[in-house]
T-cell receptor
Framework: GAVVSQHPSRVICKSGTSVKIECRSL??????MFWYRQFPKQSLMLMAT?????????EQGVEKDKFLINHASLTLSTLTVTSAHPEDSSFYIC????????????FGPGTRLTVL | AQSVTQLGSHVSVSEGALVLLRCNYS??????LFWYVQYPNQGLQLLLK??????LVKGINGFEAEFKKSETSFHLTKPSAHMSDAAEYFC?????????????FGQGTRLTINP
């Protein structure tokens, strides 16, 4: 159990366009979902934490207007990168936790974003 | 504030040899501790976790880790390395403050297995 999926796995877009990434918990209800960014050969950087039905909490230095997070249900969270630029190219990973074994986080497979 | 230090950004062992990946944490209270593994271009997979039960924790793929409060350590070991163990390993900590769910990750250790 505790499977998390992400879609798409890979996306290439033009500079100035917006990209939406979906994160789903497939076999459990996620009390909290998290979005991370990972640069090559580096650790994970937490971008934001979201709970269903409430506004996301962003980490310091993360632009909330650029990285829009929506957590509409207990199984779905979306990250929209608005007006993407080449510097936004990165590996984005989501995770989810459930009430039965918090704070354990279960991670999705990641989304590789390339902005041309 | 919590922090995690993984000693050695790169560890190389021979197939069949002991794997030892080091993790030290800094926390004001006994924390929750995790080891995750990441294969190239993939997300993180939970290997094992310590949440206050037995100090020796057994995980998947033959890995285990021992929580040592006196040393503030949670080192990951495997008696005999396999080629498929080659990956990036992350140690993470979360404190026990109610409602706090964030994980703080170490910088990662890349494990290479030599044939």
């Amino acid at each position: 159990g505790a499977v998390v999926s992400q879609h798409p796995s890979r996306v290439i877009c033009k500079s100035g366009t917006s990209v939406k990434i979906e994160c789903r918990s497939l076999d459990f209800q996620a009390t909290t979902m998290f979005w991370y960014r990972q640069f090559p050969k580096q650790s994970l950087m937490l971008m934001a934490t979201s709970n269903e039905g409430s506004k996301a909490t962003y980490e310091q230095g993360v632009e909330k207007d650029k990285f829009l997070i929506n957590h509409a249900s207990l199984t779905l969270s979306t990250l929209t990168v608005t007006s993407a630029h080449p510097e936004d190219s990165s590996f984005y990973i989501c995770s989810a936790s459930r009430s039965s074994d918090t704070p354990t986080q279960y991670f999705g497979p990641g989304t590789r974003l390339t902005v041309l | 504030a919590q922090s995690v230090t993984q000693l050695g950004s790169h560890v190389s062992v021979s197939e069949g040899a002991l794997v030892l990946l080091r993790c030290n944490y800094s926390s004001s209270v006994p924390p929750y501790l995790f080891w995750y593994v990441q294969y190239p271009n993939q997300g993180l997979q939970l290997l094992l976790k310590y949440t206050s039960a037995a100090t020796l924790v057994k995980g998947i793929n033959g890995f285990e880790a021992e929580f040592k409060k006196s040393e503030t350590s949670f080192h990951l070991t495997k008696p005999s390395a396999h080629m498929s163990d080659a990956a990036e390993y992350f140690c993470a900590v979360s404190d026990r403050v109610q409602g706090a769910q964030k994980l703080v990750f170490g910088q990662g250790t890349r494990l290479t297995i030599n044939p």
